[in-house]
């Protein structure tokens, strides 16, 4: 079985400065990872995705992440936000490519 | 492209009463997942489908959930009796074909149970 462990529940930031979400996750095989965002009353949308390859990958937004196999970490960054990243910030993994295991989830409050 | 649609998006119900909520992925998505996203927790896969037939529902409290997909489109989930534990925002997400990384969810259903 797999589990996600995200390290902060809540993240207030001003605006342009940098954020950084840990992720942490438990398997015993190979997963795939997974950044979505949940922006108030609506759905999740996928930020980036990790498959094979590259461990730096971007995604929209502006967002990127990096794969630390090692540390079994997919921490998601971004350079300089904006009020518009105000949201709630899901890291997920599956070893299957479909039945995800979602973190509990990280609110980022960004601040003028 | 029309995203996921769901219905309705508020309600409210007393304990032991039932509800029904409705699904319409995306044209031509194959696989459909119904999600239940309880308050401070992420998204849990209750159960999916892929075209009319259930692939997965072992998370699924069989006892008073229950979940159809008739023709391959449309899906309703529906909870008898329900309880306060229910309370909850059921997430539906559709993808092209089972295997793939990319799903698209819907707003959510935000259920109540006083």
């Known amino acids: 079985a797999q589990s996600v462990t995200q390290l902060d529940s809540q993240v207030p930031v001003f605006e342009e400065a940098p954020v950084e979400l840990r992720c942490n996750y438990s398997?015993?095989?190979?997963?795939?990872l997974f950044w979505y965002v949940q922006y108030p009353n609506q759905g999740l949308q996928l930020l980036l995705k990790y498959l094979s390859g590259s461990t730096l990958v971007k995604g929209i937004n502006g967002f990127e992440a990096e794969f630390n196999k090692s540390q079994t970490s997919f921490h998601l960054r971004k350079p300089s936000v904006h009020i518009s990243d105000t949201a709630e910030y899901f890291c997920a993994v599956t070893p299957n490519d479909y039945k995800l295991s979602f973190g509990a989830g990280t609110t980022v409050t960004v601040r003028a | 492209e029309a995203g996921v649609a769901q219905s309705p998006r508020y309600k409210i119900i007393e304990k032991r009463q039932s509800v029904a909520f409705w699904c319409n992925p995306i044209s031509g998505h194959a696989t459909l997942y119904w999600y239940q996203q309880i308050l401070g927790q992420g998204p849990k896969l209750l159960i999916q489908?892929?075209?009319?037939?259930?692939?997965?529902d072992s998370q699924l409290p069989k006892d008073r959930f229950s979940a159809e997909r008739l023709k391959g489109v449309d899906s309703t989930l529906k909870i008898q009796p329900a309880k306060l534990e229910d309370s909850a925002v059921y997430l539906c997400?559709?993808?092209?074909?089972?295997?793939?990384?990319?799903?698209?969810f819907g707003p959510g259903t935000r259920l109540t149970v006083t």
């Open positions: 489908f892929q075209n009319n037939g259930v692939v997965d």
């Open positions: 997400a559709s993808s092209l074909i089972v295997g793939t990384h990319e799903q698209y």
């Open positions: 398997s015993s095989v190979s997963v795939y």
